[in-house]
């Protein structure tokens, strides 16, 4: 299985660094939560490791040649984009791309992977409905559906949750923390800090650029990272049910 | 419809069309006239009619409305827009430029394919220019920022070259010409025109992959490992070829190649990818059918095939708009 390894990391636009100097060594089997507060650079880290971005510094997915790399990574966008009126089940088939020869159709493998994905995110009613026609939150977990058909040893994704009813929140959480038990590494970028710390296995702290914390939950969302990074006080405790962060107040 | 069954019914409706296209034209000859003129070389004046008049052109109206109705879909699916269509970046306005330029000078009227070859020329200059603007590293918005730019200044150099014109008889040539049109084309303008329009529809029937997972927008499509630069540099070059050749034999004909995917879209499950070939032999259908119907309708008048695109074109749009705004309940 395939981890990812950053190191110094930059990424400047024009003469602001927007990520600066990040190194890191990820693992297979871990849920990795990114946070920080809007601008950190959250984004813009994930978009350089996959080789989307001009960048300075190495990364081992951007590396690789393009076709080689999305069947190494797969990426979920913050912006959820469908721009024709196309089934669920052909949204999510696009996911088969990196696995098909230049001519070559999709076989049994890839409707296997498809209808697992769909399985999987409760959407195999849906698969014949054209994707345009589904609510935001339906529409993400269509897309969500797309890239875990792509079946790549690591899922990179920007905001997976934003949007999602509560129930379809822990599903998709709950999806990803199996995927990583499966051998899978995961990373999503994440403002709920509740989910983040009950779901992760490991969280990744960012302000405007730098990683300033790295470690378990409970350590990284420490009472003196949160007052320093987001400006905020919480309640955090270990309860019977596991992990409880709850924000309290904004702190000078 | 199943998609093979789509493309299958399209085909037959092209050949179907193009053996009309044979039948039909101010020569009245019957039908075993025509075939045995045109098979067997039988009759000295049907064969002239048949093999230098009606095939060259039926095999225009085949490779520029494949081109358009290839064009607006390949366009469209780039461009995740269902407005776009191969006017829009430029390059049919820089090769009627540099056609208009060809009559205006007279040369032109001094060597046959000074016309072709300065449309052509046009056609070049714009590839040029678009590259240099949208290169590497511009995305869709640039293209068509660059596209709409071009086209405006093509627009106005053409109206100054009509402007100066000193001679009347050289503007109606101008104006006649650009309204578009296959009379009197011969073979000289098929093979002229053929070895570009096939490589443009090589570079374009390619892009299916990459557009479908363009589906998924700029970034998705990246990761999933489409090469967006070489993706927009076949699709300005396969563009530009196919409907840089249509114009400068043809002149610009309007309308097909948006017409045209918008029609198809939904019997091909909204695929871009699929829509490319269905469009391809939706555009060759509907300019043999207006071929035939500009000299069905007004068999003495030379009536401009690019009218007539225009004329059927745009109420259509209109009704497309229509239903599109009562599917989206508006």
Redesign the interface.
Known sequence: MTGLTLSQLTVRRGPRAVVEDVSLSLAPGEFVGLIGPNGAGKTTLMRAALGLLAHKGQSSLARLPAAERARKAAWLPQMREIAWPVSVETLVGLGRGPHLGPVQRPGETDRAAVAAALDRLDLTAFARRRATELSGGEQARVLIARALAQEAPILLADEPIAGLDPAHQIITMRIFADLAAEGRLVVAALHDLGLAARFCTRLLLMERGRLVADGAPREVLSGENLARVFGLRAYVADTPDGPVFQPLEVVA | MSYRALIWALALLVAALFAASLLVGPASLSLSDSLGALIAGRGEAAVLVMREIRLPRAILGVLIGTSLGLSGAALQGYL?NPLAEPGLIGISSAAALGAVIALQTGLAAAHALALPGMALGGALVAVAILILLAGPRGGAFTLILAGIALSALAASLTSLVLNLSPNPYAAADIVFWMMGSLADRSFTHVWLALPLTLAGWALLG?LG?GL??????E??A??????LARLRLMLVLGVAAAVGAGVAVAGAIGFVGLIVPHLL?PLV????GRLLFASALGGAALLLAADISVRLILPDRDLKLGVLTAILGAPLFLHLIYRTRAEAGA
């Open positions: 995740r390619g992959r479908d997972a363009l589906t998924l927008g970034d998705a990246a990761a999933l490992g489409v090469r879209r499950g909204a695929r871009p």
